[in-house]
Nanobody
């Protein structure tokens, strides 16, 4: 099976930038879609961004223009570059893998994903 390990979280001031990474191990990574979700205290998990094996991307409206998702298939790693961070971006960020990509529309649904990482904390101070 696939294992996902996130890294790169931390504390950053509002307006700053941070990059989180997700390394996948196990079965072939190249043809999978990957996504980032986040969960703030007391709130439900929400979609942040996703990328297909060919590089097509999808973003939540709340992060569009500030966050960039990318992937390095040779390294089995997906990245989330976060800029212009706001206190409301504070959350645990999870990466997820979708083995059976169906459509871009479904990538924002957490039920679409088969494997999840343990999460990395991102805290944005005001």
């Amino acid at each position: 099976q696939v294992q996902l390990v996130e890294s790169g979280g931390g504390l950053v001031q509002a307006g700053g930038s941070l990059r989180v990474s997700c390394a996948a191990s196990g079965r072939t990574f190249t043809t999978y879609a990957m996504g980032w979700f986040r969960q703030a205290p007391g709130k439900e998990r929400e979609f942040v961004a996703a990328i297909t094996w060919s590089g097509s991307t999808k973003y939540a409206d709340s992060v569009k223009g500030r966050f960039t998702i990318s992937r390095d298939n040779a390294k089995n790693t997906v990245y989330l570059q976060m800029s212009s961070l706001k206190p409301e971006d504070t959350a645990v960020y999870y990466c997820a893998l979708d083995r059976t990509f169906h459509s871009m529309a479904l990538l924002s649904r957490d039920a679409e994903y088969d494997s999840w990482g343990q999460g990395t904390q991102v805290t944005v101070s005001s």
